[in-house]
């Protein structure tokens, strides 16, 4: 079975900056599409960034465009969210995902998913 982990959330100051890391297990990891979305409460589940198998093709939502960078490492299994200049509106559970799809942004794509590691951005 494939098992996700997410860590590195907590809580943060405006302008601040965190690093969210995902452990992938239980598959291959090089045969995955990796994505990071995000949950606010009374809100959808919304992308955020992903990237393709050999970590050279990035997709990113224009809310974190020039402040977030994905990054995989598939030697470690691992995938990884870099967040600069946090605003309070980042604010939101983080989900690590897995998947083959072919539409970046859709939670469709993706077969497997972390429990979430809370970011709160203090205002």
């Known amino acids: 079975q494939v098992q996700l982990v997410e860590s590195g959330g907590g809580l943060v100051q405006v302008g601040g900056s965190l690093t969210l890391s995902c452990v992938v297990s239980?598959?291959?990891?090089?045969?995955?599409?990796m994505g990071w979305f995000r949950q606010a409460p009374g809100k959808e589940r919304d992308a955020v960034a992903s990237?393709?198998?050999?970590?050279?093709?990035?997709s990113y939502s224009d809310s974190v465009k020039g402040r977030f960078t994905i990054s995989r490492n598939n030697a470690k299994n691992t995938v990884y969210l870099q967040m600069n200049n946090l605003k309070p509106e980042d604010t939101a559970a983080y989900y690590c995902?897995?998947?083959?799809?072919?539409?970046?942004?859709?939670?469709?794509?993706?077969?497997?998913w972390g429990q979430g590691t809370q970011v709160t951005v203090s205002s």
């Open positions: 995902a897995a998947g083959r799809g072919l539409t970046w942004a859709s939670s469709r794509s993706y077969d497997h």
């Open positions: 239980g598959g291959t990891f090089s045969d995955f599409y």
């Open positions: 990237i393709g198998w050999s970590g050279t093709r990035t």
